[in-house]
């Protein structure tokens, strides 16, 4: 009987190595991490800006985190049309200007009601980026080389945020609004980086391709949002996704920060410690994971991620029967093996879901994938709240490992759905925009 997390058949033809890539992909990855390491200077400080700079109420501060998850929600599905209609590049362009335009003015709000307004700016500058950018990689590299150039991404990512974060704590002063105007200043000028890098590409660049006598000719319905909705294997994986990001990602901040701080009286300086840990873990471990994962089930490496988390999350738990360093030891290990997992699903989600998508509904498609995540960035915060703030430790910890757990049990099931080539052991060639 073959075991499904070592079951490995090598695609053809083979990935494309880096230095091989389109010189635009290159150029996009310098954009993009530029972007991530304004994101780092300012991601972990908007909730302290708001509240303990400008003294926003802090129940307000909720309700503007709130307004912005459902914003995003409800403005997914425009973001997705339009990339699909007018391609990826104009889409971020415009967000990218809009949410640099939204940096600079941060700064200078002074009541809550501008405050709505900026973040509600930020939102739409955001809510086109994931699912562009997304679709533009995918256009420019061949399916055998989408988890690499996802996972480069993804670290990329990580190290900007990690060393803006880094940079940010040497510029903040809650006492000075100077400081955090010069951090939104800074943070506005990522973006525009990011904007010079995509009006140097080729106009056209990630657009839908033209096809000769490929599947688009043979399509009767139109791109919609109902054929979307339509992919009942693309409807499972996004049900599957919601259930492990919401006991998953969603968790690492309002859940292990609330059970490490008031459960275990872990010292608040060691959620330092373990978030610089699950960044290190990242941005050293991803290439390695991109060599596991090769001609893998993605499946299976879904799985494999799922049950990662879930050990993960034991390991965090731990903390509250144990004292002292050991203690913190266990949530700095318990956010590095989170990492671990991050970098499985990282490459792996993305490629599933632009395999299953129609080429000229991709950007509905990963639309559709961002739309999980702010659902479940929704209810999984909410529900560490409710169930830490009302002393019920025991199940927060038995939802968090069972919920990823389950997941992994259905990513493996979910094999039965994908064709060889979507679960990553086969690929075809592709048209590059």
Partial sequence: ???????????????????????????????????????????????????????????????????????????????????????????????????????????????????????????????????????????????????????????????????????????????????????????????????????????????????????LEEQVDQPSWRVVLADRTLLRVAAISVLVITFGYAQMETGVAAYATQVADVPAKALGWAWTANTVAIVLGQLLTLKFIQGRRRSAMLALCAATWAVSWLVIASCNVVDGWVAIASVVLGLAIFGWGETLWAPVAPAIVNDLAREDARGRYNALQGMVWTVASIIGPASAGLLIGHGLTTVWVGCVVGGTALAGVLFLDLRRHLTPQQDGLAAAPAAVA
């Avoid at 997705?80 to 990218?96: A, E, H, N, S, Y």
């Avoid at 420019?140 to 945020?161: C, D, K, Q």
């Avoid at 010069?182 to 096809?211: E, H, I, N, Q």
Wanted: no cysteine.
């Fill in 1 to 215: 009987m073959t075991d499904p997390l070592t079951e490995s058949v090598q695609p053809e033809p083979g990935p494309v190595a880096f230095r091989d890539l389109d010189p635009r992909v290159h150029r996009i990855f310098v954009g993009f991490a530029f972007s991530a390491l304004g994101s780092g200077l300012t991601m972990p400080f908007l909730f302290v800006y708001l509240a303990e700079v400008r003294d926003f109420p802090t129940s307000t501060v909720g309700l503007v985190f709130a307004w912005m998850g459902l914003l995003g929600f409800v403005t997914a599905p425009i973001g997705g049309t339009l990339i699909d209609k007018v391609g990826p590049r104009p889409v971020m362009i415009f967000g990218l200007l809009v949410e640099a335009a939204a940096a600079a003015t941060l700064g200078h709000i002074e009541t809550v009601t501008q405050g709505v307004v900026i973040a509600s700016l930020i939102v739409v500058g955001t809510v086109g980026l994931y699912p562009a950018s997304t679709a533009m990689l995918t256009r420019l590299v061949p399916p055998s080389t989408r988890e690499r150039v996802y996972g480069i991404n993804f670290m990329l990512m990580n190290a900007g945020i990690g060393l803006g974060g880094a940079i940010s704590a040497l510029i903040i002063d809650v006492d000075s609004v100077e400081s955090f105007q010069r951090l939104y200043y800074l943070d506005g000028l990522s973006f525009l980086v990011y904007v010079a890098v995509l009006v140097s590409l080729p106009k056209g660049t990630g657009a839908l391709p033209v096809p000769d006598e490929g599947p």
